[in-house]
C-alpha cells in the first residue's frame, strides 16, 4: 500500500502575509499577519485561499502566557508589544488593502487543562486590544493540541508569509476540463500543501452517486496535466476534490484503490488528499 495521507477542509480561506518580526522570532509569543494584494499571490496561492477576503490576524502562543494553567503571566504577555505591532501593520499597508477586521488565534499546545476564566479573560483581553487599536471587527478563536512542536511549525508557516510578493516563482495552473495541475515552487505553497511537489485539482465536483473511481478520460487527463506540469520532483502529490455529498464509502474508495493505482501511473511515492466543498 502507498503511504499518503487523507485531508478534510471545508475551504482554505488564508490571505495574509507577515510583518516583519526578525528579531528572535522563535521566542516570540505572538506571530503578526496583515493583509497582502490578492495579486501578490500565485494562481495555486489564490486557489487555495479561496477568497480574496482579507484581514488582519494574531496568532499568540497562549501556553507561554499561562501560568500554572489557571493564570495569565503579565510578564510574558506583553500588550502594549502587540499593540504596536497592530498599529505598525495598518500603517504600513496601502489604502487599497486596509481592512478593518482582526482576527485573534489563540494557541494552547499541551494545556487542554488551562480553566475556561483564564481562556475567557485571554480572549476578551484581546478583544478589547483589537478594539482599542481602532478595529470595527474583532473575533477570537482558540486551539488545543498536544502537538508540543505546533508553535515551532506556526512560526516557520510566518516566515514562509515573508518571501510573498510579486517576485515568486510562478506556479499557473496547466490542465483541461477535468483537472489542474500545478507544480508546487514556493515555500509558501509548500507550507499551503504540507510539503507537496505537485497538486491536481478535480475541477468538475463529484456528486453523491460517485464511487470513487476514475473513468479512463479522467486518468488520462490527470496523466497529461502532469506531464505538462513538468514536476521536477516526484515524492509527495496532493489530489484535490470538490464534493459536497460523496459518501464517506466513495472517499475511501478513491484513497484505498484510486490513489495508489495514479501514484504507479505518475511516479510519485506518496500522495495526499483534500475535500473541500
Given at each position: 500500500?502507498?503511504?499518503?495521507?487523507?485531508?478534510?477542509v471545508?475551504?482554505?480561506?488564508?490571505?495574509?502575509?507577515?510583518?516583519?518580526?526578525?528579531?528572535?522570532?522563535?521566542?516570540?509569543?505572538?506571530?503578526?499577519?496583515?493583509?497582502?494584494?490578492?495579486g501578490?499571490?500565485t494562481?495555486?496561492q489564490?486557489?487555495t485561499?479561496?477568497s480574496?477576503?482579507?484581514?488582519?490576524?494574531?496568532?499568540l502562543?497562549?501556553?507561554?502566557?499561562?501560568?500554572?494553567?489557571?493564570?495569565?503571566?503579565?510578564?510574558?504577555?506583553?500588550?502594549?508589544?502587540?499593540?504596536?505591532?497592530?498599529?505598525?501593520?495598518?500603517?504600513?499597508?496601502?489604502?487599497?488593502?486596509l481592512?478593518?477586521?482582526?482576527h485573534?488565534?489563540?494557541?494552547?499546545?499541551?494545556?487542554?487543562?488551562?480553566s475556561d476564566?483564564?481562556?475567557?479573560?485571554?480572549?476578551k483581553?484581546?478583544?478589547?486590544?483589537?478594539?482599542?487599536?481602532?478595529f470595527?471587527?474583532c473575533?477570537?478563536?482558540?486551539?488545543v493540541?498536544?502537538d508540543?512542536?505546533?508553535?515551532?511549525?506556526?512560526?516557520?508557516?510566518h516566515?514562509?508569509?515573508?518571501?510573498?510578493?510579486?517576485?515568486?516563482?510562478?506556479e499557473?495552473?496547466?490542465?483541461?476540463?477535468?483537472?489542474?495541475?500545478?507544480?508546487?515552487?514556493?515555500?509558501?505553497?509548500?507550507?499551503?500543501?504540507?510539503g507537496s511537489?505537485c497538486?491536481?485539482k478535480?475541477?468538475?465536483p463529484?456528486?453523491?452517486?460517485?464511487?470513487?473511481?476514475l473513468n479512463?478520460?479522467q486518468?488520462?487527463?490527470?496523466?497529461?496535466?502532469?506531464?505538462?506540469?513538468?514536476?521536477?520532483?516526484?515524492?509527495?502529490?496532493?489530489?484535490?476534490?470538490?464534493?459536497?455529498?460523496a459518501?464517506?464509502?466513495?472517499?475511501q474508495?478513491?484513497?484505498?484503490?484510486?490513489?495508489?493505482?495514479l501514484?504507479?501511473?505518475?511516479?510519485?511515492?506518496?500522495?495526499?488528499?483534500?475535500?473541500?466543498h
Amino acid at each position: 500500500m502507498f503511504p499518503h495521507k487523507f485531508v478534510t477542509v471545508a475551504f482554505l480561506s488564508f490571505c495574509f502575509t507577515s510583518i516583519g518580526q526578525e528579531k528572535k522570532i522563535e521566542k516570540a509569543p505572538f506571530l503578526i499577519y496583515a493583509p497582502k494584494a490578492p495579486g501578490d499571490f500565485t494562481e495555486l496561492q489564490r486557489l487555495t485561499h479561496n477568497s480574496e477576503y482579507l484581514e488582519y490576524i494574531v496568532e499568540l502562543n497562549a501556553t507561554s502566557v499561562v501560568s500554572n494553567q489557571h493564570f495569565i503571566d503579565t510578564k510574558k504577555l506583553d500588550m502594549e508589544a502587540i499593540h504596536r505591532a497592530l498599529v505598525d501593520a495598518r500603517n504600513n499597508r496601502p489604502n487599497r488593502i486596509l481592512k478593518q477586521k482582526v482576527h485573534f488565534s489563540l494557541n494552547y499546545y499541551n494545556q487542554e487543562f488551562v480553566s475556561d476564566d483564564v481562556r475567557s479573560l485571554l480572549r476578551k483581553s484581546m478583544i478589547g486590544l483589537g478594539v482599542d487599536v481602532g478595529f470595527e471587527n474583532c473575533s477570537c478563536i482558540s486551539f488545543v493540541t498536544r502537538d508540543t512542536s505546533a508553535w515551532k511549525k506556526r512560526i516557520a508557516f510566518h516566515k514562509a508569509y515573508q518571501t510573498v510578493g510579486p517576485e515568486q516563482e510562478k506556479e499557473p495552473g496547466i490542465g483541461n476540463k477535468h483537472v489542474t495541475a500545478f507544480t508546487v515552487l514556493t515555500e509558501y505553497s509548500k507550507q499551503l500543501h504540507d510539503g507537496s511537489d505537485c497538486v491536481v485539482k478535480f475541477n468538475e465536483p463529484f456528486g453523491e452517486e460517485w464511487d470513487g473511481t476514475l473513468n479512463a478520460e479522467q486518468i488520462q487527463a490527470v496523466e497529461k496535466a502532469v506531464r505538462l506540469a513538468d514536476v521536477k520532483t516526484k515524492q509527495y502529490i496532493t489530489f484535490w476534490i470538490v464534493s459536497r455529498y460523496a459518501s464517506n464509502k466513495a472517499q475511501q474508495n478513491f484513497s484505498d484503490n484510486t490513489v495508489p493505482s495514479l501514484l504507479k501511473k505518475l511516479g510519485f511515492a506518496s500522495s495526499a488528499i483534500i475535500t473541500s466543498h
